[in-house]
């Protein structure tokens, strides 16, 4: 069997890094029987992600990041990430768990940040060798809600730290891939207690696994 990619995509303060934690804690309690189970992140999978995730999202008063070497560094993490870490994985039937992929750099560098669509598509292309999910739960919640999460939580990033009109527009390119792409995209209501949020998540999910192929163990 193939494994699988499972992507969470949303704005900031979505849930996305905790859901997809439940969700793996869900699958080991679960018991189904998955030749392996790893959870990743972009920007940030591998090492060399790790030192562009730094220079992506920290905050630097030395020299500010243009839109447009933003956007390349997101596309040379994904490269990286894809070839070194996710396609090796999948090839080997695990199933990998996204912390954000494409469709984050459409929804912030696209619709937030106002690059060119069609360049984003092609690097996107160029940089997963035409790899993409096959399941992505975007998070869907009120954005003032979410970065009033995110301050809650103390320091900023240089990402969550952009203006309210600009996290506005990234939830409507995520509004319009969901609208786009509804056989890989599935939309859920992140303005709802984190149980239910879980619960919803995983009742879809079991129903994909079914679907797949997979089935739980003779000992759970």
């Not at 030192?51 to 905050?59: I, K, P, V």
């Not at 869907?140 to 009033?148: Q, Y």
């Not at 192929?213 to 000992?219: L, N, Q, R, T, V």
């Amino acid at each position: 069997m193939d494994g699988k990619l499972i992507v969470f995509e949303g704005v900031e303060g979505a849930g996305k890094t905790t859901q997809m934690q439940r969700l793996i804690h869900w699958l080991e309690a679960k018991c189904f029987i998955i030749k392996g189970l790893v959870a990743t992140r972009e920007p940030g999978g591998t090492e060399l992600g790790k030192a562009l995730r730094s220079l992506l999202l920290e905050q630097s008063s030395d020299e500010l990041v243009s839109d447009r070497a933003e956007l390349l560094m997101y596309a040379a993490d994904r490269t990286q990430h894809v070839e070194t870490f996710i396609k090796p994985k999948l090839e080997r039937g695990t199933m990998v768990l996204c912390d954000r992929f494409t469709d984050s750099t459409i929804a912030y560098q696209g619709y937030g940040r106002g690059l060119d669509l069609g360049l984003i598509q092609q690097l996107n292309e160029i940089a997963t060798g035409g790899l993409q999910s096959d399941l992505t739960f975007w998070l869907d919640i009120n954005v003032e809600a979410g970065l009033t999460r995110v301050r809650a939580r103390g320091k900023r990033d240089r990402m969550e730290q952009a203006n309210l009109e600009f996290h506005q527009r990234v939830q409507q390119g995520f509004a319009d891939l969901a609208r786009q792409n509804p056989d890989r995209i599935v939309r859920i209501n992140a303005d709802r207690p984190e149980d239910e949020v879980a619960h919803e998540i995983q009742t879809i999910f079991n129903a994909k696994l079914a679907a797949w192929g997979y089935s739980k163990s003779s000992e759970s």
